[in-house]
């Protein structure tokens, strides 16, 4: 999965790119994507060998949350949509 083209900031810029390389792999639930699990971040780092600090960890599982939560409110935006007509 490509990241989407939008501006991000220069020093965060590998954090954008770790969150979609995770994305990857992550699961979906059975309503959509599912938030990146520790099991999983911990598992990309032990394949990538990315050493990645506490910090980044909470940023990575916010984006995580945040994307989910943007892609269930699109769901039920489409659904709205979709029962009007």
């Known amino acids: 999965m490509d990241s989407p083209d939008i501006d991000v900031p220069e020093n965060?810029?590998?954090l954008w790119d770790w969150f979609w390389?995770?994305?990857e792999t992550a699961a979906a639930g059975?309503?959509?994507p599912a938030p990146?699990?520790?099991h999983e971040?911990?598992?990309w780092v032990a394949i990538t060998g990315n050493v990645v600090r506490r910090e980044e960890v909470r940023i990575l599982k916010a984006m995580s949350s945040r994307y989910c939560a943007e892609i269930d409110k699109e769901s039920e935006a489409i659904a709205a949509r979709?029962?009007?007509h």
């Open 12 to 14: 965060g810029h590998f």
């Open 36 to 38: 990146i699990s520790n």
């Open 21 to 23: 390389e995770l994305r």
């Open 41 to 43: 971040l911990a598992a």
């Open 30 to 32: 059975f309503s959509g």
């Open 82 to 84: 979709e029962a009007e």
